[in-house]
């Protein structure tokens, strides 16, 4: 049996994300290319969202008050 490892994506890989969807690709679509459940870039992009620039700073943490 295999241990499976999370993924950790940087902060440049989850703003190219929100971009392409930004530029008017579907969350589905872009899901589907880079292999990643919906709800993690909807997750995302609420953290964008709600603190700019300040968000996915650190270890690829999202930020919080």
């Known amino acids: 049996m295999t241990l499976k490892h999370r993924r950790k994506f940087t902060r440049e890989f989850k703003l190219?994300?929100?971009a392409e969807i930004?530029?008017?690709k579907s969350i589905a679509q872009?899901?589907?290319e880079h292999?990643?459940?919906p709800t993690l870039i909807g997750r995302w992009q609420k953290h964008?969202?709600?603190y700019a620039d300040?968000?996915?700073s650190g270890n690829g943490r999202t930020y919080t008050d």
Request: charged share 15%.
């Open 22 to 24: 930004t530029a008017g």
């Open 16 to 18: 190219q994300i929100l």
């Open 48 to 50: 964008h969202r709600l």
């Open 35 to 37: 292999q990643l459940h």
């Open 54 to 56: 300040r968000a996915f």
């Open 30 to 32: 872009a899901a589907r």
